[in-house]
């Protein structure tokens, strides 16, 4: 009779080292996916941070495409963080959206709000 219960103990901590094993797998899982995450939300910094900015798509191809390197995702964010300049002409900034409209006009090209 005891060897029936060393047996049956044997297998509990059998099935505890797999859930043990599964257990681990599981937080390893969820681990690299956070990490994947941050990395990506870390990567594409730039285009969030420029995109109220005119020119938004560019900083996105350059942050896409150079991003990778530590000097394209640099020159990305400072690309994203810089003011814009009004064209020359007298061009007006739309308080709305962040565009700029030629002058004399009454309404925003992009938004059209007055």
């Known amino acids: 009779m005891t060897v ?5 103990s044997g ?22 996916t956070v990490a994947l995450v941050i990395s990506v939300v870390i990567y594409f910094l730039p285009s969030v941070v420029g995109n109220h900015k005119r020119n938004k798509w560019a900083i996105f191809t350059l942050n896409l495409l150079a991003g990778w390197t530590i000097v394209g995702w640099v020159v990305a964010m400072v690309w994203a963080v810089t003011s814009e300049q009004a ?13 700029f409209a030629p002058a004399g006009t009454k309404f925003c090209p992009q938004c059209g709000k007055a």
Not at 4 to 8: D, E, L, R, S, V
Not at 21 to 27: F, G, Q, R, S, W
């Open 4 to 8: 029936g219960k060393a047996n049956g």
């Open 11 to 32: 297998k509990i901590k059998e099935m505890e080292r797999g859930l043990t094993l599964i257990a681990k797998e599981m937080a390893m899982t969820t681990f690299w």
């Open 87 to 99: 064209p020359v002409g007298g061009a007006l900034l739309c308080s709305e959206c962040g565009s």
